[in-house]
C-alpha cells in the first residue's frame, strides 16, 4: 500500500507535503524519494545507495536494506544515482510497494516518470497532486495529467485570487487538504527538526494518513 505525492511545477511544496504524510501516519512508514530532496527536508545525509539503484540492479536487495531510520515511525530510501529507468523496472517497483508495508512516495515533478501510464502511478493507493492556487501551476497541471489523481493538497498563499473551489472545478479533482503558507515550516526544515516537530499548519494532512 503506498501514496504517491507529486507536482507539475517545482517549488510547490511536494516532498514537505511527503515528509508530512509520513510523519501523520500511527504505523511505521518508509519514505521513497524519486527527486532527491527528501533528505535535505529532514536534515540528514543524502550519501549512499538509494531507489534508483534498487531499480537498475540485475539482483535487488530487499527494500528494507536500504531504508535509514529517520524515528522510531519514520524511515527513508533515499534517491541514490538518476537514471534512464525500463517500464519493466517501474512496473517491479509497483508491485514490491503494493504488497509490502506502508510507503509515501515523493515523485517531484514526475519529470522522470515519462507519462502517467507508467505503472507506479497506476498501482498506487492513492496519487495526490500538490500545488500552489496560481495560473501556471493550473495550466501545467492539467497538461500533465492532474486529472487522474485522486485528491489535491493545496498550497493555499493569502495573495493569491485562486481559490480552492477554482482549482478543484478547473481540474475536475476534489481537494484533499489545505495547507496554509506557514514560516514555522520553513523554519522547522531550516533547522532539520521536521521529523520531530510537526508544524500546526502541516496538521491537516493527518486526515490523509492511510
Known amino acids: 500500500m503506498y501514496t504517491l505525492c507529486w507536482s507539475p511545477k517545482g517549488g510547490s511544496g511536494t516532498t514537505v507535503t511527503t515528509v508530512a504524510l509520513g510523519i501523520a501516519h500511527d504505523e511505521p512508514v518508509t519514505i521513497i524519494d524519486l527527486d532527491g530532496d527528501v533528505p535535505a527536508v529532514l536534515g540528514v545525509n543524502d550519501d549512499g545507495p538509494g531507489i534508483y539503484d534498487w531499480l537498475e540492479a540485475t539482483r535487488r536487495p530487499d527494500l528494507a536494506e536500504l531504508a535509514t531510520d529517520i524515528t522510531d515511525e519514520l524511515r527513508l530510501i533515499r534517491c541514490g544515482q538518476t ?5 519493466i523496472a517501474w512496473a517491479d517497483l509497483a508491485d514490491e510497494l503494493a504488497r509490502s508495508n506502508r510507503y509515501v512516495v515523493d515523485s517531484g515533478t514526475r519529470a522522470h516518470m515519462n507519462d502517467i501510464a507508467n505503472p507506479l502511478l497506476l498501482q498506487s493507493a492513492r496519487t495526490l497532486t500538490v500545488l500552489r492556487p496560481c495560473y501556471l501551476a493550473l495550466r501545467r ?3 500533465a495529467g492532474a486529472a487522474e489523481s485522486d485528491g ?22 476534489p481537494i484533499a487538504a489545505v495547507v496554509h503558507i506557514d514560516v514555522a515550516v520553513a ?11 510537526l ?8 486526515a490523509l494518513a492511510i
Do not use: F, M, W, Y
Not at 83 to 87: E, G, L, N, R, Y
Open 83 to 87: 537514471k534512464s529507468v525500463s517500464p
Open 141 to 143: 497541471a492539467r497538461i
Open 152 to 173: 489535491i493538497v493545496l498550497v493555499q498563499e493569502p495573495s493569491r485570487a485562486i481559490r480552492a473551489h477554482d482549482v478543484a472545478t478547473c481540474l475536475g479533482v
Open 187 to 197: 523554519r522547522a526544515v531550516d533547522a532539520g527538526l521536521l521529523a520531530h516537530r
Open 199 to 206: 508544524p500546526r499548519s502541516l496538521q491537516t494532512l493527518e
